[in-house]
């Protein structure tokens, strides 16, 4: 089991950029979510589908950000246009139940918004 | 004020040692409580899982739950240098979804 994966692994750009991070989930998982990680706010939910289906985008911090899941083996989400202060690790996380069951988390992506 | 709170160390230990992890939260409808793992340049990995209050043990490694006062713990025996990583507790209500809400994490280093 190749486990979550999600690409690019870094990404250096500068603001006002498009960036677009993706996600392949584990195969069978049903549940995918994206979270937001830095020092100061922790992991934070940005937004969860079921079956392909967005359930929770309350995390979303606004418009600039988006996601999608076309079908069950992938997801992208993606910042428009891009601000230094979305610097963030991104990590995308699957699971074959609800949130509360295992979350398998990906390598995550290290975004650096210059 | 959050609803989860967490130390964030870094908190230090020689090898051996018994580490203990704490967090407190405000919301009295969690009722499923997580401590997940986080190595350096990783994601998380689930580490420990509760349902409601007690305890649960597995090899080393210890998580309690007082849903009273409202307070979770992780206790690591005989700590290893393969111990260090950040450790996120997390927690969420039942039935059907519910947002799994993380901690800050604490940052643990275990000295050989």
């Known amino acids: 089991d190749a486990g979550v994966i999600q690409s690019p692994r870094h990404e250096v750009t500068e603001m006002g950029q498009e960036v677009t991070l993706r996600c392949k989930p584990i195969s069978g998982h049903n549940s995918l979510f994206w979270y937001r990680q830095t020092m100061m706010r922790g992991l934070e939910l940005l937004i969860y589908?079921?079956?392909?289906?967005?359930?929770?985008d309350s995390g979303m911090p606004e418009d600039r950000f988006s996601a999608k899941m076309p079908n069950a083996s992938f997801s992208t989400l993606k910042i428009q246009p891009s601000e230094p202060r979305d610097s963030a690790v991104y990590f995308c996380?699957?699971?074959?139940?609800?949130?509360?069951?295992?979350?398998?988390f990906g390598p995550g992506t290290r975004l650096t918004v210059l | 004020q959050k609803e989860v709170e967490q130390d964030p160390g870094p908190l230090s230990v020689p090898e051996g040692a018994i580490v203990s992890l704490n967090c407190t939260y405000s919301n009295s409808a969690f009722q499923y409580f997580m401590w997940y793992r986080q190595y350096s340049r990783k994601g998380p990995e689930l580490l420990m899982y509760t349902y409601s209050s007690g305890n649960k043990e597995d090899g080393r490694f210890t998580a309690q739950v007082d849903k009273s006062s409202k307070y979770i713990s992780l206790f690591i025996r005989d700590s290893q240098p393969s111990d260090s990583a950040t450790y996120l507790c997390?927690?969420?209500?039942?039935?059907?979804?519910?947002?799994?809400?993380f901690g800050t994490g604490t940052k643990l280093q275990v000295i050989p």
């Open positions: 996380a699957s699971t074959s139940g609800t949130g509360a069951d295992t979350q398998y």
């Open positions: 589908f079921n079956n392909n289906v967005p359930i929770d």
């Open positions: 997390a927690m969420s209500g039942s039935g059907g979804y519910q947002k799994v809400t």
